[in-house]
Every structure is written in C-alpha cells, then in structure tokens.
C-alpha cells in the first residue's frame, strides 16, 4: 500500500531535521512506539502496538534511518513481527524550506501480512494516513514547545 | 423388486434428531480429560525459516506441548500423494509442519496443545519464527512468466503437469470453417465455507494400543488406513468417525490435512485425548481452495451454427501443492463438451504451483469451468450469427437415439468418456417450456419500455457421477425386526440415512422408519473410498440394494422350514414373512431372524453362516452420466448493478430419482453455492498472495435473501450401468450457474453490449463493465 502527501512544520530545515533524527523525539511522536533502543548508528530495536481494525498487535523489531543526506533528506525503515502477522514500511522524507517553516515531502509504501493483512487490509489505507497525520502533529507540539 | 419406497418423497430419518439438536458435530463429541491444539500458520505467502523459537511458549500456563518440524521424525515427510497421474511429473505435497519452507499464508509451521484453547492460542504468540521473505507468485500467469521466482525451489518450473487430449483433426476444422469465436475466459478463486468447519478430535489407549479419531471428513475409512500406516499401527487398531459431518463439498476428502496427523500425534505423544477444531478464519487460508482457471477457448462453427471444432488452452493453479493431483482440471476439459457432439477437440493445460492455499475438488470440481466456457461460446456464436441460442443448442444437440455416446476422451476415473443415456432435447424443451421462453421476446421487450432491464439465461450440462472403483454395505436384520445397513460412504447432509434405508426398505418389505443406516465408522464397515463425485446414491446404493437382495433370499430360506414352503413361495412384506397368498400365517421378520441364529442343534448347511446378514460390493464399469438444463430471469439495476433473480428453474435428469425430496434439496442447495460463485463469493490475494477474504465480512456467501426459490423438474432416463438405473445428483445444483447468470445478465444489458468473460462477477465488477461498456462508442 503506498501513501505520500506533504506537511508544512513550523521550524527551519535545520531544526526539523535534528527532530527526526532524535531518538527522543522519534520515541515520543511514533503513534504506537513504546520502545526504542540504539543498536547503532540510525539504528534501533523497537517494539510497536497498533490496532487496524479489529486487529490489536504487538510488533517486535527494528527501525532504522538511511540515505541520509542532511538536512532535507532521509528514508525510515520500519519491520516488525507479531502474534498479529508482519508488517514492513520504508518512508521517504525531502524536506524544504517555506516561508520560515518546512515542507516535508513524504512518501511510504507498506507491507502486511498474516492477520492484519486478511482482516485488515481494506482498513489499511485509513490507518495509515491517520498515523502519519498523529506523526507529524506530534512534531508540530514538539517544535512548538522547544522553540 | 417391488417399489414401494423408492422413488417416493420420504421424509428423512436424519432429521428428527438433527433439528432437535441432537446431532452429533465433531465438537459435539466429550472425552474425558481432553486436551486442546491450536496450529500456528505462516503469515509469509513464501518464506524460509531462520529459525524457531518456542521455548517460551512451551513454559506457558496450560501449555503441554509445543511441536515443529523437528519432533514430528518420520511423520515430517511430505504428506501422502493421492491419485498420481502419469502427466504429472512434480507431485508435491506439503509436511504436516513445513520444515524450512512455507509456501502460502496459512501453512502450518508449529502445533500447540494445552488446556484449553484460549492457552493454546496464547501460546502461539509467544512463539518467535524467524522468517527470511522469499520472492512471491501471487497469480497463474506470472507464475508460468519467464523468470518466475519458484515455489518449490527444487525445481526448475512452476509447471507440474502438461496434460492435452485430442477427438479428430481440430486444426483441419479449424482451417475449413467459415466461422470462429474465441476468447479468454477466467474463473477466480472461491471457498467451499460449510457450516461445520474441520476438525479433529483423538484418544489413545495405550493398553488397548488403540487409537479413537473423530474426524469432519468425508474419506473416514482412507483416512483410518493412511494413519495407521503413518503411525505405524494395524488399521484394527484404528478407528476413524465421521460422525454428523455438517457440510462436506469436496474439501473435506483430502487425506491428509496436516491437522489430521498432528492431532493424533500429538494424543498418542501426550497420552491425552486432543481436540482441534478449525475456525473459520483458518478454513478460509488453510482448507482447500478452488476454481482458478484461465481458458484461451476457440470454437468453429459452420454456416448454421453447426460445431465443427472446440478447442481449449488453459492454465489450472493448484496453489502451493497438489496432493490430490489432476482431477480438477482433468474434469474441466472432459466436462466442456456437454451435451453437444463435437466431433474435433483439443483440450490442453498446464498446472501450476501459485504461493496460494492448495485446490482439491470443490463441489462442480471443474465441472463449472468447462460448462462456463461452452456455454459462453455457444452464446457469441449466435450472437455473431444472428441466431437465437436456443436454437444453436438445439442444432447441436446428440439425440436420444445416439447412447450410449463416445465423446472420445478418457475421463477422470480413467475409463472412456462413454455417456450412458440421457435425453437432452426434452430436458432443454421442458426447461423453456417452465422459464417462458417462447414468450420471452415479448416480455423482455414490455420490460424495457418500461425501463427495467430484465435478462434470461439457459445453459446446459452433463456431469459425470457415480464413478467406481467400488463401495459396498452390510444388512443385518436384528431380532427386533429392524434393518441395519452399515456402509463405508459418509454423510454430510445428502440424507444417506433416508435414501439407503428406502433401497433396503423395499427389498426386506420395511418401511424406511424401521432401517437404520451407519456411515462414517470404519468399526462398522471397513470397506470403502469415501463420498465424492456424486457418486454415493449410485456406487453404495446399489450395493446396498444387492446385499438387501441376498438378506431377503436367507430369510426365505429360512423362513421356508419354519413355514414349511418352498424358498421362492416365501415373501416378505409389511415386516412380516409369509408364504404367498397365506399373509394371514405371517411371521414377524425379526423372529426369523431370530430363528437364523439358533442357541442349539445343528444349523443347516446350505444357510452359510447364522443371522439374516450379507456383505455386497458394488463396482461400476464406469461413471454415470447426468445432465440437466438451468434456466433464470435476472433484472439488473442498471445504477448499483445489482442483480435480482426473479426465477431459477432447474430440469434435471439423474436417472431413476430414489427420493425427489433430496435429489431437490441437494439442487436448492447446489444453486445458492453456484450463485455463490457467480456473484458473491471470491478469495481475494493482495499481490504478494495475501489473502484479504479471510472472514465472511469480505467473503460474501449469498444468504437466504440472495437465493430465489429454485423450481426442479425430473426427466428420468434409468442409467443402464447399474441394477437400480439411478445417477448421480449432488453436484448439479452447482455446475452452470455462472454460464446461465452471465448469459442472463448479457441479455440484460444487451443495449450495452457487454461481455462477461468471468466468474464470480460482483456488483462492483458489473458496474466496472457497464461504465466502461456506456464510455466505449
């Protein structure tokens, strides 16, 4: 399933992109994030709990940030497995500048299997956007607040 | 023989108890102590296994036993190969847990017995499988692509058998005619849902040494004898019941699940009865499949409509293994010629491997494909020829006086495609005669003025039935006076009970009330293939009618001396033996079979042995065929492209009809699967073979209010391959009703000038067509 779609943050360039790369920041505006480890550079364990319809999970597994090129470009890897099946995105981020704030160019594409996909794929398009819509929303706050 | 029963519309002796709720489902069935297993499935369509790792869920609360593939030892094998095929060069059968491979979303990887079923499942999550993703084939025609990724990595190809048959010269028929149609027809994907799902439940003694499996299966006695084979135990010492089986329709024959092993394995492991019973959200990934099909077809016809040639190419998906081998689409090719003579044909496929669930035969069994495409040519030859397609299917009718017919080929049961006897210009003229169309220009025309698009369709059929190699029953008349018939066939809802008990009612002078009928218990009759291919009535039926024979001629003997006639003056009537024309000097038949098993002195010799009791087997040279004639009236809103099936009338001729009211039943039944197929049902995958149908939310089967009454007439031609002349009935409900809803929905819609080239159509998929049909000039 792919998405893709832009988001205008209210800080330079700069700050966005030191917000993304921030373990912190990720840790807290990931919808469904309750635990992130360094296992290296840009990369981490991470345990993930996201509900697609009737379809609760618990995802174990790793996130991790590549092709970098600072500061208007990077791509996120996310896998994880679960009782609930499997799921695989990567997502693309161009960011540029716009009046004092940022355009964030995004797009994703993403992958299930097992349970959610069979119950919960039709769902799947809905779910995603609206989790990427809590993403930046939550970096919006965070950018509001440390600025 | 007298005819009292059979024949007559009896009410069935199943009933009673099953409405009362007082069936006997595997789930229905208590043993003391027993233990409950839960599978853990793949959620890869094609992946390898890194590694597995169950230890917490083996240290679970409840949790007795967590199995993979390295416990199961030489039950690790790949599972049994049924019904090999000299075409089919890669027999491939999958591991009752997959080893390093799975090869479709759903394929077993771990089992997990614990205490209840909540435990069970539970565990299942805690067990951590480390997949590596394999490259997918998610449809029939990438998998035959160059540079297709693999599914079973051994080989070089997807392809698994290459398989073609030929009647005359078609490319010479071909060459000559003045008239061709051709074009590419699909059929997707569908699920055979019955109301009981699979499941297993079994008890090892092990002072007995014996094993206790109930089993939802059709084949309970091939089952009972391929485990004691795996299991390495005498087949006395097994015993398989198909107890109440609450749907069947072909899924349920294939020996064997992974299930069907694991189960029992694991009670004899953990010297506890374990039960296992599928969900549904399992019998829509990990029960057999069918249907999917692509057919290149060509037909060539001369001036009027005459067939000169038909010629098939196709491609069959067997989803990730093919265990039960090429029944399916073997049945398709040898089905397609219907009830018409085609002197030139060519039916040629290709079976492949997919990253989908594995096909076996679901009720039509390719039967439906081959129907759909004949059909759907005859309807653009008259199309392309201006005639009315009634009468292009009457031109090429074979007539009542050309039986028996050889169609040429060789069917599924390997014998000659030979029809048997039938009549289908009066099956055909009896079916328009009830759906009106001589009429039908007119209405459809008053209709349209008005604005409604109202559309008829009739296709036709011959299903192959009754196919051997043999079944047999055993009659035993008790002191009671009542008739025990046990057979090996098993029921799931096609009223063995009843239809057995009227064969053997008329033969004993019973009435059907005082006859019971065991199947499915392989302690009660150990002889047997299973029911499948609309074959019980006509293989087991007659055996049970040769058995009843030879009861009824020991109770004359027997009853002679106590008589004190002759053997031949002795009849059996009303439940009572007399000497003929002396009913008033009657005795009770169970005193005579009291009088057959004597306490003392001795027994006369030329009795064979005590009791009123006899084993017949009865083989068939070759299937049966049937045939029959579907005819419908549809409207189709033209906006939402729903459809609305004002009449559905089915003519059907099986042979001497033993009980109207079930050979009915099973039609009524076989519509609404068949409306399924045309309309509702469809298996959706995701391009990586995901399913996304997996619960009956997305997959629709049609409900009551979707099914139009269905109006049955009988045409009885006595098949003359068995005693009783009957054929089989329990497929063709099912088998034209996509070829008779497309015809009729294209007559609908005819000022659109759409094609329907697929099963199931939806009404999404419908309004696709008649967007796209308004857009095109």
Known sequence: ?147 | MSTRYFGARVTRNEDPALLRGHGLFVDDVRVAGVASGAVLRSPHAHARIVGIDARRARTAPGVLAVYTHADLGTLGEPLPKLIPHPTLIHHKTQRALARDTVRYVGEPVAFVVAEDRYAAEDACDLIAVEYEPLPVVATLEAAVAAGAPRVHDDLDTNVCAHYTQRVGHVEDAFARAPHRVRARFVVDRGASCPIETRGVVAAWDPRARHLDVWDSTQAPIPIRNGLARLLGLPEQHVRVVAPDVGGGFGPKIMMFYPEEVLVPFAAMRLGRPVKWIEDRREHLVATNQEREQIHDAEIAVDADGRILGVRTVFLYDSGAYIPYGLIVPIVAATTLPGPYRIPNYHCEFRAVFTNKTTVSPYRGAGRPHGVFVMERLLDQVAADLGLDRAEVRRRNFIQPDEFPYDVGLTYQDNAPLRYDSGDYPACFARALELIGYRDWPARQARARADGRALGCGVACYVEGTGIGPYEGARITVEPSGRVFVATGVGTQGQGHMTSFAQIAADVLGVSPRDVTVHTGDTALFGWGTGTFASRAATVAGNAVALAAQAVRDKTRLVAASLLEALPEEVELADGRVFVRGVPARALPLGEVAQAANPLRFAMPEEWEGPGLEAVRYFAPPQGAFSNGVHACVVEVDVETAMLTISRYVVVHDCGRVINPLIVEGQIHGGVAQGLGGAFWEKLAYDDQAQPLSTTLMDYLLPTAADVPPVEVAHIETPSPLNPLGVKGAGEAGVIPVAAVIAQAVEDALRPLGIHITEAPLSPNRLRQLIVEARRSP
């Open chain 1, 1 to 147: 399933m792919k998405l893709e779609g832009t988001t205008t943050l209210p800080a330079p360039v700069e700050t966005v992109w030191k917000t993304i790369n921030d373990p912190e920041a990720l840790r807290r505006c990931t919808p469904g994030l309750t635990e992130l480890t360094a296992t290296g550079p840009d990369a981490y364990a991470a345990t993930l709990t996201i509900g697609i319809a009737a379809v609760k999970g618990t995802y174990k597994g790793t996130l991790t940030i590549t092709d970098k090129r600072a500061p208007t470009h990077c791509k996120i890897l996310l896998e994880g497995t679960g009782g609930a099946g499997f799921m695989k995105g990567e997502g693309v981020l161009d960011l540029e500048p716009e009046g004092t704030g940022t355009l964030v160019k995004w797009a994703g594409d993403m992958q299930v299997g097992g349970l959610i996909a069979g119950v919960g794929q039709r769902m799947l398009g809905g779910v995603g956007k609206m989790l990427v819509g809590q993403f930046f929303k939550c970096l919006e706050q965070q950018l509001g607040s440390g600025a």
